[in-house]
């Protein structure tokens, strides 16, 4: 498998970028009546570009969720000590639930529920396939933290570590075998075209699946976790239903969580996977889209 230096991002035909899909309705107002849950993904949908969102202004909505008996759950493909490092206790209560790693490791109200890991024998052949390509950068997760080669350039090693903070470094891929892993995630400057996707996807031989995550990265996931999969797990551990869940996305990963939620809201940037799987839209995540939305729905008195 040859996939160094030839990738290209995979370009919507719109000629402004914007991807093809349904026309979606605004979420509705004023907040639904069964709403319990609102689920977010973090990159292109709560935070901005450039990893940021509006903390004063969340603080009073997280307040009046909590009044409103609404919980408040981060659902994302990066590292669960990552996604709590958005949330300092100094700013207020940490996210009721983190459906981490795509979907792999669940916390609830502090305490791990699930914990996810590819068979040890999947992972050698997983390995392997990835140390056949010299110029495939990626970090391996689990529930133990993340483990990334040394030969990494400086440049990778600051981006994936801003996603893994938990990490080790090994000498060789190989290395990695004997470890927990919950996610490998692969990263290209110039993004992946969809025959390298396929290309990867038959190497595996479903070991694990590729999915797209932004930021010009694909994320393989052990085979039957999703978000919507994790998700699941909170939903049952609460006494919960898809139904009274509103979720929002904008990738590719988060197309199973849209789908399966009653008010499945995609961002205006989201991309058409996304669209598709989703009943709303929202404003987009670099104009505060879901704070938007959130503010229609526990206004201030």
């Known amino acids: 498998?040859?996939?160094?230096?030839?990738?290209?991002?995979?370009?919507?035909?719109?000629?402004?970028?914007?991807?093809v899909s349904c026309v979606l309705p605004a979420p509705p107002t004023p907040r639904p009546s069964d709403l319990r849950l609102v689920a977010v993904d973090m990159d292109g949908t709560f935070l901005r570009t450039g990893s940021t969102y509006d903390r004063g202004r969340f603080a009073p909505l997280r307040r009046r969720m909590r009044e409103a008996g609404v919980r408040f759950v981060v659902a994302s493909g990066n590292q669960e000590a990552q996604l709590l490092g958005f949330f300092p206790a100094a700013e207020?209560?940490?996210?009721?639930?983190?459906?981490?790693?795509?979907?792999?490791?669940v916390l609830a109200d502090g305490v791990r529920l699930l914990e996810t890991h590819v068979p040890m024998d999947a992972l050698a052949r997983v390995l392997a396939v990835l140390d056949g390509d010299a110029g495939l950068t990626f970090i391996a997760s689990g529930p133990d933290g993340a483990y990334l080669r040394e030969s990494e350039t400086p440049e990778m090693r600051e981006l994936l570590t801003f996603y893994h903070p938990r990490y080790q470094y090994v000498a060789r891929t190989a290395d990695i075998n004997g470890h927990r892993v919950s996610k490998i995630a692969l990263v290209d400057e110039h993004g992946f075209t969809q025959a390298f996707l396929d290309r990867l996807s038959e190497a595996l031989d479903g070991a694990m699946v590729p999915v797209v995550s932004g930021h010009d990265s694909v994320d393989l996931i052990v085979p039957g976790?999703?978000?919507a999969s994790g998700l699941g797990v909170l939903l049952d551990h609460w006494g919960l239903v898809p139904g009274q869940v509103a979720a929002f996305g904008?990738?590719?990963?988060?197309a199973?969580?849209?789908a399966r939620a009653g008010y499945g809201?995609?961002?205006?940037?989201?991309?058409?996977?996304?669209?598709?799987?989703?009943?709303?839209?929202?404003?987009?995540?670099?104009?505060?889209?879901?704070l938007q939305v959130l503010e229609g729905w526990f206004p201030a008195d």
């Not at 990738?7 to 919507?12: K, L, N, Q």
Request: hydrophobic fraction near 40%; aromatic fraction near 2%.
């Open 1 to 19: 498998m040859n996939t160094a230096a030839s990738h290209h991002r995979v370009i919507p035909p719109d000629a402004d970028g914007t991807p």
């Open 92 to 105: 207020g209560p940490a996210p009721d639930g983190v459906v981490s790693d795509n979907g792999a490791i």
């Open 225 to 227: 976790r999703h978000k």
């Open 250 to 254: 904008d990738s590719g990963n988060d």
């Open 256 to 258: 199973e969580m849209l």
């Open 265 to 290: 809201i995609a961002m205006a940037n989201a991309s058409a996977a996304a669209r598709d799987a989703a009943d709303f839209m929202a404003p987009a995540n670099d104009d505060d889209g879901v």
